[in-house]
């Protein structure tokens, strides 16, 4: 069967469609770890061609999400513990300077905030910490926003699919995921409030034990 295009992305040409729907995937936990992305499977699902598949598959190659491997086609990548300081300095430069920069936060970017939080505060209390984690990656998504630039949403949603596999390596998602969900609630209050100070504060505070705690998980695996 196949899947209907989204409209959010409609105004992109047709593979960096397809490449933003499997991204979107990676972000939500739909796809795994060394799972295989077949090209007839993604061609009849997006309703699209074997080409605009293929190209696709290439742009998130680019960046990262996939590999390549001569008779075994394109798998979903498995991230390293070095990868995860690249991550956390695009992290503190882009979620920072947005509420830091001065610029005017939209209520359309403060609704989004909300409606992530409230997601992820809803899959908590039903102990689906897989939800829990998607829906704290949009609601940093969302802090990026506040720029106002397509350009670097569209770069972080590569970088919160890169966060969301390496989140995938933890063996309890729950011990792992619950320490953020009051954490979201807070940023968001004081943004609502227009404290960008204390905002800076939190989120500075928040990246700096959501890295670590990351790199402890990777040290314990290694």
Sequence with gaps: MSQQPDTQYDHLPAFERVASLIRDELIAGQLHVGQTLVEMDLSERFDTSRNTVREALRQLLCEGLVTYQRNKGVTVRMMARSDIKDIYIIRRTLELQAINGGRYIKQEALSKMLSAIETVESASRDDDWAAAATYSLRFHQAVVSILGSRRFDSFFASVIAQLR????????????????????????RFLQAGQRDEAVQLLSQYLDDSEQALLTLFSTKE
Excluded: G, T
């Design 165 to 188: 596999l390496l989140f995938a390596s933890a063996p309890d998602e729950k011990f792992f995921q619950q320490p953020w969900v009051e954490r979201d609630r807070a940023i968001y």
